[in-house]
């Protein structure tokens, strides 16, 4: 009985905290995007409703990646708050043992685990797919917006674009060089002096051109150069509908297509180890949600300190930091074919979960 109302105490503590952690960790990565989404706004005139969606879009996509470090910095503030009030010694002197006492913690980590892979898995590749297509159908919409002034814009419609000038407002571009490699058999350079971003008014938001004036087209196959001067040249854009078809990219993928994009004998190496490296990342991020849990609790219920209220923050950011790391290296490792994916991804969670079983094996009397 004393167990149970001590699990259902220290339950009551962690969840709201944690809901809590991951609202403010959604909020701190959409500021880091923050400057992007004003210029949507300011420079290209999205509206309000727009951004709030691709917003919305994108904190989806974060969750994965914020469960484990929510969950880290609910565990070590809870049990940091449990050790300086004494109440950690407070339930050992009535005969609850440290295995009751981290219980709660375990728990909590395994419901976020199972949260954190449904999530991973198939809520947020659909974030991620909505948001690719919004930005799709935008650019369709006001072509603009992907062009930025003085920049190399890459991926516009599949082009690379430079402008010395752009106004937004009208389509009107300055001084364009355009490279096209769609056929890599024969890439295609063309320069013009200035350009405009057409819309068709028939189909608003599905069709959009860019009329070039004054320039000429360089291409070359087979060891030839061709140039080719022209007054008027217009480029036609792929449809945003059919975009939106198109092949998904490895984040977008749910864990079954990943799976079947594996079994296709024809795929490139490259993007082989982009998938196998995107799949393992999900699992092991989902599985980092019970490790995180288990050193929290260690760290918290180790500590009897009057600062380890305070210090569990700082302890939490640390963790994090080096876990993500880690992460990133791994995964960069497992990219580049350097080491195979299965086994690289999961170095990190192996990594803490020995520093969670000494600092468990610490705290246990």
């Known amino acids: ?172 571009l300055e001084q364009v060089f355009i490279f096209d490699e769609r056929n890599q058999k024969a890439p295609v350079t063309v320069i013009s002096r200035r350009g405009l971003l057409v819309q068709d008014k028939d189909h608003p938001g599905h069709r959009a051109s860019l009329r070039l004036m004054d320039g000429d087209i360089h291409s070359s196959a087979e060891g030839r150069h061709t140039k080719i001067d022209f007054t008027t040249y217009e480029i036609f854009f792929n449809e945003a509908l059919k975009q939106e078809s198109n092949s998904k990219s490895p984040q977008s993928m749910t864990i079954e297509e990943l799976g079947q994009l594996l079994q296709d004998p024809k795929l490139a190496k490259e993007q082989r180890l982009e998938v196998e490296t995107e799949r393992h990342k999900r699992t092991a991020l989902g599985f980092a949600c019970l490790v995180f849990g288990a050193i929290g609790a260690g760290i918290g219920t180790v500590s009897n300190r009057r600062n380890a209220k305070s210090g569990g923050t700082v302890i939490a950011l640390a963790l994090i930091v080096t876990y993500y790391i880690l992460f990133v290296t791994a995964e960069g490792f497992a990219r580049k074919g350097e080491v195979v994916p299965w086994l690289v991804m999961w170095v990190p969670n192996g990594l803490f979960s020995v520093a969670a079983l000494w600092v468990l094996r610490r705290s246990w009397r």
């Open 1 to 172: 009985m004393r167990a149970q109302l001590m699990m259902r105490y220290i339950l009551g503590e962690m969840i709201p905290t944690f809901l809590i952690g991951v609202i403010g960790f959604v909020l701190v990565l959409l500021m880091l995007q923050a400057l992007r989404l004003t210029e949507f706004v300011l420079v290209h005139g999205v509206k309000l409703t727009t951004i709030a969606e691709m917003a919305g879009y994108m904190a989806t996509s974060f969750l994965p990646i914020l469960f484990p470090m929510s969950l880290l910095l609910t565990v070590l503030l809870t049990y940091g708050r449990l050790s300086a009030d004494a109440e950690v010694v407070a339930f050992r002197a009535i005969g609850l043992n440290t295995g009751y006492i981290i219980a709660p913690a375990i728990i909590l980590a395994v419901a976020v685990l199972v949260l954190s892979l449904q999530t991973s898995y198939h809520i947020a590749p659909w974030g991620n797919r909505q948001f690719e297509s919004l930005i799709s159908k935008l650019g369709s919409m006001k072509p603009g917006v992907a062009i930025k002034e003085g920049t190399f814009s890459e991926g516009f419609f599949d082009l690379v674009v430079y402008a010395n000038k752009v106004d937004s407002s009208d389509g009107h």
